[in-house]
């Protein structure tokens, strides 16, 4: 095929080949310059903590402590059901409170 377009012929196709992209070159040089500030952004994200996630994250974490008080409590008030004598009020784990 390239013989029977000759010189001149692969000459016109290399130089219709940008218009015919339809600015596909300009676009990839432009993705090519920005590539290392989008990656320099992304780096950034996955390296710090946003605020929906932190807020996520605490959520979490308040109820994993509700949950053990819960267990602890309900621990407790069976033990008193069955020996009254040993009931005394509840010193256990408080969700929230800090753990000494």
Known sequence: MLKKLGRKGIVL??????????????????DIVTMPVKAAGQAADW?????????????R???????????ERKKREEACRKNREDCAPYDGYRAGEPND
């Open 47 to 59: 390296a710090t903590t946003s605020q929906d996630e932190a807020d996520r994250n605490y959520g």
């Open 13 to 30: 196709a290399a130089a219709m080949l940008p218009l015919l992209s339809g600015g596909c070159v300009a676009k990839t040089a432009f």
């Open 61 to 71: 974490k308040a109820r994993k402590e509700e949950a053990r008080e819960g267990r």
